[in-house]
């Protein structure tokens, strides 16, 4: 099993920076892949960012160029630098952890303001 918690989230104006952080505990030495979901109100979850053991990353199109997805393996840590924000940025954000299942984080609320 995998226990993953969130950070990083809150209230930011139009054009603003957060990151979000994502700390993993249980057997961590299973994930592989590690991410980041999103859902607005009233949307489905949508698929941000991933990336692997060996740092290989992707982005979705919506937030490529703006978005940095990063792993720290030795604090087992994802972390997901968000600039340039924009209100349709707004939702809640979850981790995930791939193992042999899907394991999810309990979210954090991003807000940006017009």
């Known amino acids: 099993q995998v226990q993953l918690v969130e950070s990083g989230g809150g209230l930011v104006q139009a054009g603003g920076s957060l990151r979000l952080s994502c700390a993993a505990s249980?057997?961590?030495?299973?994930?592989?892949?590690m991410g980041w979901y999103r859902q607005a109100p009233g949307k489905q979850r949508e698929w941000v960012a991933g990336?692997?053991?060996?740092?290989?990353?992707l982005y979705a199109d919506s937030v490529k160029g703006r978005f940095t997805i990063s792993r720290d393996n030795a604090k087992n840590t994802v972390y997901l630098q968000m600039s340039s924000l924009k209100p349709e940025d707004t939702a809640v954000y979850y981790c995930?952890?791939?193992?042999?299942?899907?394991?999810w984080g309990q979210g954090t609320q991003v807000t940006v303001s017009s």
């Open positions: 249980g057997s961590i030495f299973s994930i592989n892949t």
């Open positions: 995930y952890a791939i193992l042999a299942t899907t394991h």
């Open positions: 990336i692997t053991r060996d740092a290989t990353t």
